[in-house]
């Protein structure tokens, strides 16, 4: 598989943070600095974008997504010791309930920058 410009951005700019913060923060700081660093790149991003969710074309809600970058990645950020199932589960529905390609989970809580790179089975990346 080809290394994707667009999601290797995104990770670099976690790497940043984390290299500079290390773990042990509560998520929100981790999401302000990736903001920051976000802005410092060409990329067109939203934090705290809210996505309405549909039932079979009936909406039951909305939730928000951490990042929505170039309006095809949606970034799900942890501040967690150990990344687990439902936390990956949480990720995999927002891409497809939101109809994105593709997804970052960002995990800033353990000694090392955690992501998984998550897709939606309907879009070809």
Do not use: W
Request: contains cysteine.
């Amino acid at each position: 598989m080809e290394r994707d410009p667009l999601t290797y951005t995104i990770i670099g700019c976690a790497l940043k943070v984390h290299n500079a913060l290390g773990n042990g923060f509560q998520e929100v700081i981790y999401q302000r600095c990736l903001e920051i660093e976000l802005r410092n790149t060409a990329l067109d991003f939203a934090r705290e974008q809210e996505q309405e969710i549909y039932y079979y074309g009936t909406h039951v809600g909305t939730r928000r997504a951490d990042f929505v970058v170039e309006n095809k990645v949606i970034v799900e950020l942890k501040a967690v010791i150990k990344l687990e199932d439902v936390h990956l589960a949480q990720a995999k529905n927002y891409v497809i309930a939101y109809d994105f390609p593709r997804g970052l989970l960002i995990n800033f809580g353990a000694r090392s920058l955690e992501y998984k790179l998550v897709f939606n089975p309907k879009h070809t990346v």
